[in-house]
């Protein structure tokens, strides 16, 4: 039998597919080539906004009417508990976000309907990877305990877990033994690393006299043989601390770059959403991170239309976003989410004001991103490169540290290019999104 999967949502939820995936085929079944060939598909739903609920729940109506076995996971599962069955009367399962480990079984029982939302995680489900990238991610947190008064993640996803950092090490060192150079560590909040929960055991030190539990595991995963660079997403502002600072300046490995989500420009409105940091200590956290390196790419999620956002407090959005100088940025307009703080009140902007705040700060970012390219024309950036362009296949692809697409003419690098292999790149040419350049030696 044949499987696929379909993934909707963050990086935690691809990270959850490749979990999928990888229990799947060591359960004995095949990976599909496409949607036809399979008969078996899995849905991976998000549920952060409404839009995205439907998605995945219009996609599984497609598969069940195609005469797939048909399962849900992810967070829209949880959301909606086994009203799940209502909406789609003809699921066959539906998994919650930390029960994914059970799917082979699940499929493999055949007693459909069958619902799964508990909190407890199948063993050894986290670190099940798919063999061959360079590039992996690693959960090493799950859940939020934030709370802020907008987000369901906390309700779908679960109370604040850290990995042990043994258990993220060793499953760090398998990856890098099996080729892989780039992690990108993830959690809803990793910057909470160890915050609930202890981490490190009592005679494990830090060689660099780090105490915070996230700095420090940094540092261990700079030391493990053959991971070159090493990223996270995504992060609270909070989080942002001195600690962490020097680490980025200690450690080559960690990419200089940091997602940093500010959600709003104005103190009052943060104060509302439930954030506990204000506009002052935000724009302090990044001048902290551009005083270590002016390069250092900070991008950022912002929400318009806020219950009660006024045309003042999205003008302190704007000039916050130029203060910042935000190298990118994702705006998302607001919908209420049912048993959120917020949800209580009143949905009050209008849905074309929230449209027009979406479109201003995007014609902004366009031309910030733009400024703040142009700046690194006529630098060096140290690439990796993963693959051929997507809208010119003559053009090679790959990131820099700041995780700033740079493409470049293919002739210029040798032949058959390897995927994952370093990459110099002269920047001849900037645009909003990407950089344009030249490989160099
Ligand atoms: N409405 C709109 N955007 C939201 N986000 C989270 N919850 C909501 C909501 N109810 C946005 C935040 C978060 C990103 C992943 O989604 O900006 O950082
Ligand atoms: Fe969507 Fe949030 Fe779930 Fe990620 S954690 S898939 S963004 S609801």
């Keep these: 039998m044949k499987f696929l999967v379909h993934t909707y949502g963050c990086q935690m939820n691809v990270r959850d597919s490749e979990a999928v995936e990888s229990l ?21 739903s998000c549920t952060v906004r409404q839009k995205a609920e439907e998605k995945a729940v219009g996609k599984a109506g497609n598969m069940i009417a195609a005469r797939k076995i048909t399962g849900l996971m992810g967070c829209a599962v949880k959301r909606m508990g086994a ?14 976000p930390r029960s994914f480990g059970l799917i082979p079984r699940i499929v493999s029982e055949g007693r459909f309907p069958r619902l799964e939302l508990g909190d407890g995680l199948v063993p050894d489900s986290l670190s099940a990877h798919v063999d061959g990238g360079w590039q992996s991610f690693v959960t090493i947190l799950l859940g939020c305990d934030n709370r802020c008064s907008y987000c369901i993640v906390p309700d779908v996803r679960g ?33 909470r690393y160890g915050a609930r929960n202890s981490v490190w055991d009592a005679d494990e030190a830090s060689p660099g006299g780090y105490t915070e539990p996230f700095p420090r595991l940094l540092e261990a995963i700079s030391a493990v043989p053959g991971i070159e660079r ?10 942002c601390t001195r600690e962490l600072v020097r680490a980025y300046g200690e450690f080559p490995k960690v990419c200089r770059h940091l997602h940093l989500p500010v959600q709003s420009g104005s103190d009052r409105i943060l104060s509302g959403m439930g954030r506990h940091y204000t506009r002052g200590e935000y724009l302090s956290a990044v001048r902290a991170l551009r005083e270590l390196d002016p390069e250092f790419s900070v991008t950022t999620d912002v929400i318009v239309g806020y219950p ?3 045309e003042e407090d999205f003008e302190q959005t704007r000039t916050l976003m130029d203060e910042a100088g935000f190298d990118n940025s994702f705006i998302f307009k607001y919908s209420p989410r049912p048993g ?9 902007v209008p849905a074309e004001e929230k449209e027009r705040r979406d479109q201003v700060l995007l014609a902004d970012q366009e031309r910030r991103g733009l400024q703040r390219n142009s700046r690194l024309v006529g630098t060096v950036r140290e690439v990796l490169v993963e693959g051929p362009s997507k809208r010119n296949p003559a053009r090679l692809s790959g990131r820099d540290g700041g995780n700033r697409i740079v493409v470049w003419d293919a002739k210029d690098s040798p032949r058959p290019f ?7 790149i002269r920047i001849t040419q900037a645009h909003a999104q990407t950089l344009v350049g030249e490989a160099v030696d």
């Design 340 to 348: 959120t703080r917020s949800a209580a009140l009143p949905d009050d």
């Design 159 to 191: 109370h604040e877990y850290s990995r042990p950092a043994r258990e993220v090490l060793a499953e760090i060192s398998a990856l890098a033994k099996r080729g892989v150079r780039e992690v990108c560590l993830l959690g809803q909040s990793v910057l």
């Design 24 to 44: 799947m085929v060591a359960a004995g079944y095949e990976k599909a080539a496409s949607e036809d060939d399979a008969d078996i598909v899995i849905i991976n």
């Design 83 to 96: 009203d799940v069955f209502k909406r789609l009367p003809k699921l066959d399962f539906a998994v919650g």
């Design 418 to 424: 390897a995927s994952g292999a370093p990459a110099r």
């Design 230 to 239: 090493i990223r996270f997403t995504s992060a609270h502002p909070k989080g």
């Design 308 to 310: 009660g956002e006024t």
